[in-house]
T-cell receptor
Framework: NAGVTQTPKFRVLKTGQSMTLLCAQDMNHEYMYWYRQDPGMGLRLIHY???????AKGEVPDGYNVSRLKKQNFLLGLESAAPSQTSVYFC???????????FGPGTRLTVL | RKEVEQDPGPFNVPEGATVAFNCTYSNSASQSFFWYRQDCRKEPKLLMSVYSSGNEDGRFTAQLNRASQYISLLIRDSKLSDSATYLC???????????FGTGTRLTVIP
C-alpha cells in the first residue's frame, strides 16, 4: 500500500497563477484533511472532508477551494496564488472512529 | 488563544540524557491527546496516544493532567535517532479534526 501520496512534491508559482494539489489515499479512509505548515505557526487546517462529496472549512480556508469527488482523492485548489500562500502543504487521512491521522509527504509551494 | 501551546525549544541534550516536554491546551472539552513526531522535512507521524492514567512505550512516557490541562512527554536514555520535532496534538469533543501545537524541537548530541 502506498498510504497517502501527494503531487506535486515541489512547485513554484507566480502571483495570480492557479494550481491544484492532489492527495490520494489507498486505505479506504473516510476522512481527509488539508493542512499548511509555516514556521512558528504549526499545522493549520485549511479544509477537510468527512466523506465523498462533502467538504468543510477549517481554520484558514480563505484563498483555497477543495473537492472530494472520489473517496480516495482530495484536491486542493489555489485560484489566484499569493505570496502569503508560500508554505508546505500536507494532506492527511483517517478512518472514521480513529484518532490517528496518516500524512502524505508534503508539497512545498513557493509563490513569487 | 491557541488551542495547544508548546515551548518551541530547541532542546539540545547529550546522548543518554532524560528530557521532558510539556504542552498546555485551552479547551476543557478536549477528549483525546497525542504526541506526533516530525523529522526534518518529513511528514508528522503518530508517536503515541496519551491516556488519563499515563502510559509508557519503551523509553517514552506520556502523562495527562486534566485539572491543569497539560500533557507531558518524557524521553529516557535519549538516542541520536530521537532528534526530531515533537508535536502535541489534541482532539476536542465533537470535532472532526485535530489541533496541533507548533512543536518542540529536540536535538540529541553525541
Amino acid at each position: 500500500n502506498a498510504g497517502v501520496t501527494q503531487t506535486p512534491k515541489f512547485r513554484v508559482l507566480k502571483t495570480g497563477q492557479s494550481m491544484t494539489l492532489l492527495c490520494a489515499q489507498d486505505m479506504n479512509h473516510e476522512y481527509m484533511y488539508w493542512y499548511r505548515q509555516d514556521p512558528g505557526m504549526g499545522l493549520r487546517l485549511i479544509h477537510y472532508s468527512v466523506g465523498e462529496g462533502t467538504t468543510a472549512k477549517g481554520e484558514v480556508p480563505d484563498g483555497y477551494n477543495v473537492s472530494r469527488l472520489k473517496k480516495q482523492n482530495f484536491l486542493l485548489g489555489l485560484e489566484s496564488a499569493a505570496p502569503s500562500q508560500t508554505s508546505v502543504y500536507f494532506c492527511a487521512s483517517t478512518r472514521h472512529g480513529s484518532n490517528e491521522q496518516f500524512f502524505g509527504p508534503g508539497t512545498r509551494l513557493t509563490v513569487l | 488563544r491557541k488551542e495547544v501551546e508548546q515551548d518551541p525549544g530547541p532542546f539540545n541534550v547529550p546522548e543518554g540524557a532524560t528530557v521532558a516536554f510539556n504542552c498546555t491546551y485551552s479547551n476543557s472539552a478536549s477528549q483525546s491527546f497525542f504526541w506526533y513526531r516530525q523529522d526534518c522535512r518529513k511528514e508528522p507521524k503518530l508517536l503515541m496516544s496519551v491516556y488519563s492514567s499515563g502510559n509508557e512505550d519503551g523509553r517514552f512516557t506520556a502523562q495527562l493532567n486534566r485539572a491543569s490541562q497539560y500533557i507531558s512527554l518524557l524521553i529516557r536514555d535519549s538516542k541520536l535517532s530521537d532528534s526530531a520535532t515533537y508535536l502535541c496534538v489534541v482532539r476536542v469533543t465533537g470535532a472532526n479534526n485535530l489541533f496541533f501545537g507548533t512543536g518542540t524541537r529536540l536535538t540529541v548530541i553525541p
